[in-house]
T-cell receptor, first 116, second 114 residues
Framework: AQSVTQLGSHVSVSEGALVLLRCNYS??????LFWYVQYPNQGLQLLLK??????LVKGINGFEAEFKKSETSFHLTKPSAHMSDAAEYFC??????????????FGTGTRLTIIP | DAGVTQSPTHLIKTRGQQVTLRCSPK?????VSWYQQALGQGPQFIFQ???????QRGNFPDRFSGHQFPNYSSELNVNALLLGDSALYLC?????????????FGEGSRLTVL
């Protein structure tokens, strides 16, 4: 079965500091991996996705993630945190079905707080 | 280009009642998935509709049912509401032929069961 685990339910960083949100995956097949962001009282917005092309994936708002097969990781980073980055972040893995269309399995989320 | 739209945005029900939530997918999308997000947790897959049929289902009881219409819009119905059904219900759309795994989410319907 495919799954993701997010390490750290809460992360606090100072404005201007490095953001690092951790995600490890478990998959018996090459995975498609995603990071979504959720601002308060809103739905989910895609930040970036890994679909077996380049291992370093760049997304919106200055975020990027690196797929490391040897470590089964897909950590999300941003060099310099901004106050507007405060939100909940979810890592997800694609699950293929016999039907052929996919669904996503999400991690439990990491709440990012930015300290002024 | 309108994204995924959901209605209502908020609603309050009492235990035992029934609720219907609605979703219109992003233009060009033909597949609708529903997710339940309890407070402080990640979204959990409920079911997925394509060509007006339920194609996949997560670990949810039969009290949760759905429908997809010819225009690809969808409804989620929950019967005999329990306190534990209080959550944000997210609709996501995608294109079957696209199959990139990328889902586009609506802003959700927040259901409170008293």
């Amino acid at each position: 079965a495919q799954s993701v685990t997010q390490l750290g339910s809460h992360v606090s960083v100072s404005e201007g500091a490095l953001v690092l949100l951790r995600c490890n995956y478990s998959s018996s097949v090459p995975p498609y991996l995603f990071w979504y962001v959720q601002y308060p009282n809103q739905g989910l917005q895609l930040l970036l996705k890994y679909t077996s092309a380049a291992t370093l994936v760049k997304g919106i708002n200055g975020f990027e993630a690196e797929f490391k097969k040897s470590e089964t990781s897909f950590h999300l980073t941003k060099p310099s945190a901004h106050m507007s980055d405060a939100a909940e972040y979810f890592c997800a893995v694609r699950i293929l079905s016999n039907f052929g269309n996919e669904k996503l399995t999400f991690g439990t989320g990491t709440r990012l707080t930015i300290i002024p | 280009d309108a994204g995924v739209t959901q209605s209502p945005t908020h609603l309050i029900k009492t235990r035992g009642q029934q609720v219907t939530l609605r979703c219109s997918p992003k233009s060009g999308h033909d597949t609708v998935s529903w997710y339940q997000q309890a407070l402080g947790q990640g979204p959990q897959f409920i079911f997925q509709y394509y060509e007006e049929e339920e194609r996949q289902r997560g670990n949810f009881p039969d009290r949760f049912s759905g429908h997809q219409f010819p225009n690809y819009s969808s409804e989620l119905n929950v019967n005999a509401l329990l306190l534990g059904d209080s959550a944000l219900y997210l609709c996501a759309s995608s294109s079957y032929r696209g199959r990139t795994g990328e889902l586009f989410f609506g802003e959700g319907s927040r259901l409170t069961v008293l």
